[in-house]
């Protein structure tokens, strides 16, 4: 009777044909591309994820100091979503409210930093204030104040220290209704920011187009000992408002 041979089991195995070698690239390659990909997505993190931005001024204060850097959420403005009432945004200047404002020219280290998304680009216009009122919003202020919103006073804690919520002056006393589409944006420091109030006559009533919100300020991030988040005031979360 025929019998089939049984393999030996210490018998080494037919060695199949060898696996194809990867082929390095150089590093005078390799280098170069993972920098221009990092960039890449550097830009496209700035573009449409976060990006950060400097303070200007001290218009915002307390709550943010100038030379201050915030993390601007830029995605939820792709989704449709607007400002409400209390966020800070960073916005684009809608109707040359910075002239007379002179800038000084970026360096090529600020050029690069805006690029990457670490510093506004490069002969960009932003500036950035506090949301009082939204499309449908009445806001009011007589004296020095309070601040009102649609009839309701509002308590105003993040008011600079020895400011008052109202400037008892020609541009700081008025009543207005938000129009669809617009913002009513001020300052922190109300008697040393040139917000909504002080431009009246810029042919939109001193009214900012949503359009032109670039995101929503959510992070002090530098310096270090600054770090804070920005939460909406607990002011603007009332049944009334």
Same mark, same amino acid.
């Given at each position: 009777?025929?019998?089939?041979?049984?393999?030996?089991?210490? *018998?080494p /195995?037919?060695?199949?044909?060898?696996?194809?070698?990867?082929?390095?690239l %150089?590093?005078?390659?390799?280098?170069?591309?993972?920098?221009?990909?990092a &960039?890449?997505?550097?830009?496209?993190?700035?573009?449409?994820l976060?990006?950060?931005?400097l $303070?200007?001024?001290?218009?915002?204060?307390?709550?943010?100091?100038? @030379?201050?850097?915030? &993390?601007?959420?830029?995605?939820?403005?792709?989704?449709? %979503?607007?400002?409400e009432?209390?966020?800070?945004?960073?916005?684009?200047?809608? *109707? @040359?409210?910075? *002239?007379?404002?002179?800038?000084?020219?970026?360096?090529? !280290?600020?050029?690069?930093?805006g690029?990457?998304?670490?510093?506004?680009?490069?002969? /960009?216009?932003?500036?950035?204030?506090?949301? $009082?009122?939204? *499309?449908?919003?009445?806001?009011?202020?007589?004296?020095?104040?309070? &601040?009102?919103?649609n009839? !309701?006073?509002?308590?105003?804690?993040?008011?600079?220290?020895?400011?008052?919520?109202? %400037?008892? #002056?020609?541009?700081?006393?008025?009543? !207005?209704?938000?129009?669809?589409?617009?913002?009513?944006?001020?300052? #922190?420091?109300?008697?040393? %920011?040139q917000?909504?109030?002080?431009?009246?006559?810029?042919?939109?009533?001193?009214? &900012?187009?949503q359009?032109?919100? !670039?995101?929503?300020? $959510?992070?002090?991030?530098?310096?270090?000992?600054?770090?804070?988040?920005?939460? $909406?005031?607990?002011?603007?979360?009332?049944?009334?408002?």
């Amino acid at each position: 009777m025929a019998t089939e041979p049984r393999p030996d089991p210490e *018998a080494p /195995e037919a060695a199949g044909p060898p696996a194809p070698r990867r082929r390095r690239l %150089s590093p005078w390659v390799e280098y170069p591309l993972l920098a221009v990909v990092a &960039l890449g997505l550097a830009f496209l993190i700035k573009t449409f994820l976060v990006q950060a931005f400097l $303070i200007p001024s001290g218009s915002m204060q307390n709550t943010l100091q100038e @030379d201050d850097r915030v &993390l601007v959420d830029k995605l939820t403005p792709w989704f449709g %979503s607007e400002a409400e009432r209390g966020e800070v945004v960073v916005f684009r200047d809608p *109707a @040359d409210w910075l *002239a007379g404002h002179e800038m000084e020219p970026p360096s090529s !280290v600020q050029k690069a930093l805006g690029f990457v998304g670490l510093m506004p680009a490069a002969g /960009e216009q932003h500036l950035i204030k506090r949301v $009082i009122g939204v *499309a449908g919003d009445t806001v009011e202020c007589e004296g020095t104040g309070p &601040l009102k919103l649609n009839g !309701v006073p509002l308590d105003e804690p993040y008011v600079y220290a020895g400011n008052t919520p109202c %400037s008892n #002056d020609a541009g700081g006393q008025f009543k !207005v209704t938000v129009p669809a589409g617009h913002l009513w944006v001020m300052g #922190d420091h109300r008697q040393e %920011s040139q917000d909504s109030r002080y431009h009246q006559n810029d042919g939109q009533g001193g009214m &900012l187009p949503q359009k032109e919100v !670039v995101g929503r300020a $959510i992070v002090v991030a530098w310096p270090l000992p600054h770090w804070s988040t920005l939460p $909406i005031p607990d002011t603007f979360k009332t049944p009334e408002n």
